[in-house]
């Protein structure tokens, strides 16, 4: 079939969404169609375009797969209106764009807004293709569990959201529960909607020099490193870990959390971070090396935003767990992340916003090997039985096929 798939983000950008996006439509095209991808030009976690992108639109082929990628508007601070605006820019540029004449468009969201445009252009159009949205973040719930998400704001992207999964020939979310999210709370058919899990995408480093990467970031070998990589946005709640440095100052701890990332939160971070010793502010590394830095460290960091229930299942977690080190996340312990950290068992949990209580677990990992040892094990298990990328692009090859059967069987 011809696929077209619209999303936002895409590689080269290292991390969120864009790397599943981008195989996602390599595995299509390796199973036998014709798919083309419909992007913006690269510019998270940074939020700011990638150098050696310019103009209007570009062209260019990624894996065998046809993609196209256009400007839009990319603001500094990706909160509230300079949000929406960005994603109503993206919308456009897509929407105003041939997408050749596809059997089914596969929409990825976030971006919702840029989301509905392409379902509105998909659906108005004469062919009419089979349309199905992938779900990597709960839009909706996102804006309720942040600051300014409450009250009317909320409500009107809960209906936006619930009207374009309902309207969707399907549905895909990365984890099961999204899946009752989607079910329940947006009204979609339960029989629309399937559970594809995110795979494990940086592979285990074979012959790691330790001592030498180590050594080449100026990591001491008689501290531990801390390592949170990605985004720097306001859902990580990053503070959190700048707080918890400056705790391991006042108690003499040899300690050091590393933040490797961008985003709009980064420079707000650095200036908090002024004047604290145990906290290292790291760019973001070429994918190559990504898996040796990740493997050098002693814990992997997820930190959320408390209130963060439902929203996201972080992508960094299928790195994490297959470098065979012990994860700890800072969240709510109802959050889809500690559930996500409790199944694998390659981490341990605790309270979201108390940089104290941050630092302990810290302290009390490290001070048992075998215990760090035994949560590290878990997680490459856990990415080989559950988080595997065949396994996740066969049933997406599958996913399409039966889009496109449905919306043939609903047209007769």
């Known amino acids: 079939m011809r696929v077209t798939v619209i999303g936002i983000n895409s ?22 169609h014709e798919v083309s991808v419909v992007t913006a030009f690269p510019h998270y976690p940074q939020w700011r375009v990638a150098e050696g992108y310019s103009g209007r639109t570009m062209r260019e082929v990624v894996e065998g797969v046809s993609v196209t990628r256009m400007r839009h508007f990319v603001p500094s601070t990706p909160v509230g209106l300079a949000r929406a ?26 971006a919702l807004l840029s989301t509905a445009m392409s379902m509105l252009r998909a659906r108005g159009g004469r062919a009419k293709p089979a349309i199905g949205v992938v ?41 099961d529960r999204f899946r009752d999210r989607v079910v329940s709370d947006l009204g979609v058919d339960p029989d629309r909607v399937t559970v594809i899990r995110n795979w494990t995408h940086v592979e285990p480093v074979v012959g790691l020099d330790r001592a030498a990467t180590r050594a080449s970031l100026g990591w001491r070998d008689d501290e531990t490193i801390v390592l949170h990589t990605g985004a720097m946005g ?37 200036a908090q971070a002024a004047g604290v010793r145990s906290i290292e502010f790291l760019d973001p590394v070429a994918g190559d090396r990504y898996p040796h830095v990740l493997a050098s460290a002693d814990l992997l960091l997820v930190n959320e935003r408390p209130g963060l229930v439902e929203m996201a299942v972080p992508s960094k977690l299928t790195s994490y767990f297959n470098t065979g080190l012990p994860v700890l996340a800072a969240t709510n312990q109802a959050s889809t992340t500690a559930d996500e950290i409790r199944a694998s068992g390659a981490g341990e949990i605790t309270a979201a916003g108390d940089p104290a209580a941050l630092v302990a677990k810290v302290v009390a990992v490290t001070s048992d090997p075998d215990w760090a040892r035994a949560l590290g094990a878990a997680g490459p298990d856990y990415c080989a039985g559950v988080l595997s990328e065949k396994v996740a692009l066969d049933a997406y090859d599958r996913w399409v096929r039966s889009l496109h059967s449905a919306r043939h069987e609903r047209q007769r």
Not at 89 to 100: D, L
Not at 161 to 172: H, L, N, P, Q, Y
Request: charged share 25%; hydrophobic share 35%; glycine share 14%.
């Open 234 to 270: 306001e859902k990580q709640d990053l503070g959190n870990v700048v707080e918890a440095a400056r705790e391991v100052d006042r108690v003499g701890a040899a300690v050091r959390f590393v933040l490797m990332g961008d985003g709009g939160q980064r420079g707000n971070l650095e």
């Open 135 to 175: 779900m990597q973040d709960l839009y909706s719930a996102g804006i309720s569990e942040t600051e300014g998400g409450s009250g009317a704001v909320g409500r009107v992207f809960r209906r936006l959201e619930s009207r374009v999964a309902r309207r969707a020939d399907g549905v895909a979310v990365i984890h």
């Open 85 to 110: 605006r960005s994603e109503i820019s993206f919308g456009w540029a897509s929407t105003t764009r041939s997408w050749g004449d596809p059997d089914v468009v596969v929409c990825v969201s976030p």
């Open 11 to 32: 590689t080269p950008e290292p991390t969120g969404i864009a790397p599943y996006t981008s195989r996602m439509a390599a595995g299509l095209q390796e199973r036998g």
